[in-house]
């Protein structure tokens, strides 16, 4: 069990540019949400899946990012036209089967908006 | 929807002594709820967590955090901290739909 992954750890991009971070959950957890989080903030929820359908997606999603979790395994989220208000940490964790609600946090992608 | 109040932003607290932190929750239903701790510009490993049963549980660290229905609360205590116990402490309540809710979170320092 090697925890949940997340690269890039940090990202330096220019307002207007398209980012993508990926996320590797715990091997055969069926569950992967994501989370954004802001100085001084609790994690804020996002999306989620389970294997490879999207089941949920706050309104906090504006149609700029979108996220993608193929097959099930692995997931991507992008962001697409860049602003400053973009800036936070992304945080992806796992959840390990149905009916669990113990989620497993990576280490996140701190984003920074120029 | 279920929310959660953490009243304390920052708390100092000296080594060997005792923490407490506080946590009110807002959810309809029987909630499931947790602790979590973040080291700076890490993320978030899990303390403890209680779903059903013994309203008191014990976590890692030499954490504990006891579940009160009638005060919607579930505080968080430690008899004696330690130095590395300085980070930044959520409560989350999750819900029947698996997602997650923090509070606003507490920063403990802990002087020498």
């Known amino acids: 069990d090697t925890g949940v992954s997340q690269n890039p750890r940090h990202k330096i991009t220019k307002r207007g540019q398209n980012v993508t971070f990926r996320c590797d959950p715990i091997?055969?957890?069926?569950?992967l949400y994501w989370y954004r989080q802001t100085l001084g903030q609790g994690p804020e929820f996002l999306t989620y899946?389970?294997?490879?359908?999207?089941?949920?997606k706050s309104r906090l999603l504006s149609d700029r990012f979108s996220a993608e979790r193929p097959k099930g395994s692995f997931s991507t989220l992008e962001i697409q036209r860049t602003e400053q208000g973009d800036s936070a940490m992304y945080l992806c964790?796992?959840?390990?089967?149905?009916?669990?609600?113990?989620?497993?946090f990576g280490p996140g992608t701190r984003l920074t908006v120029t | 929807a279920q929310s959660v109040t953490q009243p304390d932003i920052h708390i100092t607290v000296s080594e060997g002594a005792s923490l407490e932190l506080r946590c009110n929750y807002s959810?309809?239903?029987?909630?499931?709820l947790f602790w979590y701790v973040q080291s700076p510009g890490q993320g978030l490993q899990l303390l403890l967590k209680?779903?059903?049963?013994?309203?008191l549980v014990q976590g890692i660290k030499g954490f504990e955090a006891e579940f009160k229905r009638s005060q919607s609360s579930f505080n968080l205590r430690k008899p004696s901290v330690h130095w590395s116990d300085a980070a930044e402490y959520f409560c989350?309540?999750?819900?029947?739909?698996?997602?997650?809710?923090f509070g606003a979170g507490t920063t403990v320092t802990v002087r020498a």
């Open positions: 959810y309809g239903a029987t909630p499931y």
């Open positions: 964790a796992s959840s390990p089967k149905l009916g669990s609600h113990e989620q497993y």
């Open positions: 899946f389970q294997n490879e359908a999207q089941l949920e």
């Open positions: 989350a309540v999750g819900s029947n739909d698996y997602k997650l809710s």
């Open positions: 091997s055969e957890h069926n569950r």
């Open positions: 209680y779903f059903s049963g013994d309203t």
